[in-house]
């Protein structure tokens, strides 16, 4: 699976509060990625 961060100030970092969400494949049903959710915060 293919994990995504945010990109802030040229560095690579999850979301502040950790949260995250997951890209369905619809041919598979399966997780194809998970990326950090942003928030105002970030």
């Given at each position: ?6 990109l ?12 995250t ?22």
């Amino acid at each position: 699976m293919h994990e995504v961060s945010l990109l802030i100030d040229g560095v690579s970092r999850g979301a502040s509060d950790d949260a995250t969400f997951d890209r369905i494949d619809p041919a598979t049903g399966q997780v194809a990625s998970r990326a950090a959710a942003a928030t105002l915060a970030d």
